[in-house]
């Protein structure tokens, strides 16, 4: 199995609702990530996991909390979030941080 | 990670090869060169990468200068499946689980 999976593919939900997003990889890699992208613009890196603890945090907005459960298992719950949060949300795993990325298809995420 | 520089757009015919430019002059000597690309509609997708010498693999090769300020990725035969925008990212082996960071890449037309 070499993929990651996302659920939902698409989602659309109100300011005041709360949703997850879902990633899931079984390759046994250690590194998890996840990325944002708007239209027309190149991926931004939002949270990097590596052996299931947070290691990064690019200044993202508490609105946009992520969990690893497991080596296996990364989600992005969202709370409150803005019209602007509208985008589409990549997740991608890794062997080793440096190593290459397996990205999956995303979500598209709509906020009204 | 350092920075990238390469063109917005490139146009190129089905069936012959394509030669993508990245520049990249403040590469450091742990700096791996990266290719990615994204196809419309999908995540990105991990095409090659290369320290110093050449390299080929099943989707690709990549010829990077001697002195390394600049790297070309080498579509030997387009096809119209290979439209998408190509990104040339470099990574820092001593960096860590630290992401992708992506410039904004250079969009490929592939005319049939």
């Known amino acids: 199995d070499t993929e990651v999976t996302q659920t939902p593919k698409h989602l659309v939900m109100g300011m005041t609702n709360k949703k997850s997003l879902k990633c899931e990889q079984h390759?046994?890699?250690?590194?998890m990530y996840w990325y944002k992208q708007k239209a027309k613009k190149p991926p931004e890196l939002m949270f990097v996991?590596?052996?299931?603890?947070?290691?990064i945090n690019e200044s993202v907005p508490s609105r946009f909390s992520p969990e690893c459960p497991n080596s296996s298992l990364l989600n992005l719950h969202l709370h409150a979030l803005q019209p602007e949060d509208s985008a589409l949300y990549l997740c991608?795993?890794?062997?080793?941080?440096?190593?290459?990325?397996?990205f999956g298809p995303g979500t598209r995420l709509t906020v009204l | 990670d350092a920075k990238t520089t390469q063109p917005n757009s490139m146009e190129s015919n089905e069936e012959e090869p394509v030669h993508l430019p990245c520049n990249h002059s403040?590469?450091?000597?742990?700096?791996?060169i990266h290719w990615y690309r994204q196809l419309p509609s999908q995540g990105p997708e991990y095409v090659i990468h290369?320290?110093?010498s050449n390299v080929n693999n099943r989707m690709a090769s990549l010829a990077i200068a001697e002195d390394r300020k600049s790297s070309t990725l080498i579509l030997h035969r387009a096809t119209l499946r290979d439209a998408a925008v190509y990104y040339c990212?470099?990574?820092?082996?001593?960096?860590?689980?630290?992401?992708?960071?992506f410039g904004k890449g250079t969009h490929l037309i592939i005319q049939p």
């Open positions: 996991y590596s052996y299931e603890k947070l290691s």
């Open positions: 290369g320290l110093t």
């Open positions: 390759m046994g890699h250690r590194a």
């Open positions: 990212i470099l990574r820092d082996v001593e960096g860590g689980a630290d992401g992708l960071t």
């Open positions: 403040t590469i450091s000597g742990t700096d791996y």
């Open positions: 991608a795993s890794s062997q080793e941080g440096w190593t290459e990325q397996f």
